[in-house]
Nanobody
Framework: QVQLVESGGGLVQPGGSLRLSCAASGNIFVIYQMAWYRQIPGLQRELVAT???????NYDDSVKGRFTISRDNAKNTMYLQMNDLKPEDTAVYYC?????????WGQGTQVTVSS
């Protein structure tokens, strides 16, 4: 098993910034990809950003230029730096890890952007 714990969410005003963290633990041997997803209640979970085992990153068009995904292998931690936040970014953000044949998810952290 792999355990993922998100943190760093909260309430922020439009234009503000937040840094989300995802700490991974457990039976980690080879990570293919890690990703951030977000979900608004009643809607499908959507992909925000990915980072592969070799460091390649991809972003949804809605966050390009504002969000940055990164990782710290020594700490088994992934980050999502979110700048210039907008009300439409409000959602529960989930950490995802892909390893071998399996997908792992965290429990999510709430991000609310409101004035």
């Amino acid at each position: 098993q792999v355990q993922l714990v998100e943190s760093g969410g909260g309430l922020v005003q439009p234009g503000g910034s937040l840094r989300l963290s995802c700490a991974a633990s457990g039976n980690i041997f080879v990570i293919y990809q890690m990703a951030w997803y977000r979900q608004i209640p009643g809607l499908q979970r959507e992909l925000v950003a990915t980072i592969t085992n070799y460091g390649s990153t991809n972003y949804d068009d809605s966050v390009k230029g504002r969000f940055t995904i990164s990782r710290d292998n020594a700490k088994n931690t992934m980050y999502l730096q979110m700048n210039d936040l907008k009300p439409e970014d409000t959602a529960v953000y989930y950490c995802n890890l892909q390893q071998a044949r399996r997908n792992y998810w965290g429990q999510g952290t709430q991000v609310t952007v409101s004035s």
